[in-house]
């Protein structure tokens, strides 16, 4: 168990250590070494603001909206979410200036687009600097299928029977575009806008793909971007989230409404479009760097670690053979699919408490007690409910005319190892040949 979380963790400021698949063309260490030297704004995945007041071991102070001021008075209690920080309060990093505490982009950003959401301040007096170690989700499968394997007796009959038949089904109907994935990330290229075009096609019927699509784009703008505004951020030592959620936006419809990235499928003319919409000069190379760039992440984060990647194949393999060579694969398909049973309100405490708890038991055992998104050092960072060694303060928060924030009226509460429920409006998804899908997990437990 421990050993999953810490593969899932990313510490920026030291090399790259995860074991990985053997044939691939470039290590995590080559991909780190070009990332950091190679774009323009490279040097912030070591030295960014977040990662340095980690390492002071000073007081932080973050920012967090929230729509239920009330509740938390009332109750006395500060619930976290799950999402890409497991079971934390989310929130943005604060920076302490003579003019009061100015808002990390991320979170001037939130601030802008969620009016109606109350503003809070949190300071949060850590016991010891603090490990920049952060959480990537997309390493998460071999957590999310552990999970299931444990828990899956308190479905009823029918929910593993659809998720017996839809899994395989998946399988069956993305692995050509898997294999491919694979033999790009072996060093066999193909052409990019080819790739890409698959690869939008597969999200249809792989979810998990729009994630690994999405934050290999929000990468690549981050990263490479040099306009004023994103200069701006990396002078203040912060990487430019306008840019995805601009790109986010302007791909899928209603994505300000519930931020789905099953939904995120832009074929290559499309996706060409919307990033010479955000910044001209990214668009000619922005389809090779997601066939080379996802080609890899996917080959990292979907097989186990044992596996030789020029010798697996997807097609004509069966979920049970697939369980021990992609177990990364299967706990991301088995987590969404999940997500989308009818019963998933009365399931979610079950299935992410799980998660968060082990997650809470791991950051406290390491010193951690703010994590952070560790897919990049981005600015999304949140509180650890549990760690017993810190103390956190609470705070509404007024604005100035600047944006700057100013604690107002301190806030009452405790935080709960509870999670804020979830909630997203139920969507028919269609089984690709379902009728011809194999039982085949029904004998994992």
């Keep these: 168990m421990r050993d999953e979380w810490e593969h899932a963790h990313t510490d920026y400021t030291k090399p790259a250590h995860r074991r990985m698949p053997a044939s691939l063309a470039e290590s995590e260490s080559d991909w780190r070494r070009h990332l950091e030297t190679s774009t323009p704004n490279g040097w912030l995945i070591r030295n960014n603001a977040m990662t340095e007041a980690l390492h002071s071991g000073k007081p932080m102070y973050l920012l967090h909206t929230t729509r239920n001021l009330d509740a938390i008075r009332t109750s006395g209690e500060l619930h976290v979410s799950t999402g890409c920080l497991v079971g934390a309060l989310y929130c943005s990093p604060l920076t302490s200036q003579r003019e009061g505490l100015r808002p990390h982009n991320l979170g001037a950003y939130l601030l802008r687009t969620k009016p109606s959401h109350t503003p809070m301040i949190l300071e949060v007096t850590p016991d010891a600097p603090i490990p920049a170690k952060g959480v990537d989700y997309l390493h998460l499968g071999p957590v999310h299928l552990r999970t299931y394997q444990r828990y899956r007796s308190f479905l009823t009959p029918a929910e593993t029977d659809q998720l017996d038949r839809a899994v395989p089904a998946r399988l069956r109907a993305a692995a050509r575009f898997l294999d491919l994935a694979l033999r790009n990330a072996t060093g066999r290229a193909t052409p990019a806008p080819a790739f890409v075009d698959r690869l939008a096609a597969a999200v249809h019927h792989m979810p998990f793909l729009g994630y690994l699509y999405f934050e290999v784009l929000s990468e690549y703008l981050m990263l490479h971007s040099t306009t004023a505004e994103t200069k701006t951020c990396a002078h203040a030592g912060e990487l430019n989230n306008r840019l995805y959620k601009r790109l986010a936006f302007a791909a899928v419809d209603g994505m300000d409404q519930l931020f789905d990235l099953a939904r995120f499928h832009p074929r290559h003319h499309r996706l060409v479009e919307l990033v010479g919409g955000i910044e001209p000069e990214l668009a000619p190379g922005v389809a090779e760097y997601v066939r ?144 011809r899908a194999e039982p085949a997990l029904k004998a994992v437990s």
């Design 292 to 435: 080379r760039r996802l080609s890899h992440l996917f080959a990292l984060t979907a097989l186990d670690a044992s596996q030789d990647a020029a010798a697996v194949t997807f097609q004509g393999a069966s979920a049970g053979l697939l369980l021990k060579t992609a177990p990364g694969l299967i706990g991301q398909m088995i987590f969404r699919e999940i997500r989308y049973l009818p019963r998933y309100p009365q399931l979610y405490h079950l299935f992410e408490k799980a998660k968060a708890l082990e997650a809470w038991e791991y950051w406290t055992s390491e010193g951690i007690p703010t994590p952070f998104n560790g897919v990049l050092p981005k600015g999304e960072i949140g509180i650890n409910p549990v760690y017993p060694r810190s103390t956190v303060r609470a705070w509404t928060a007024d604005l100035d005319s600047k944006g700057y924030a100013h604690p107002a009226g301190e806030v009452t509460a405790a935080f709960a190892p509870h999670l804020a429920t979830w909630w997203a409006p139920p969507r028919q998804r269609q089984l690709p040949n379902a009728a």
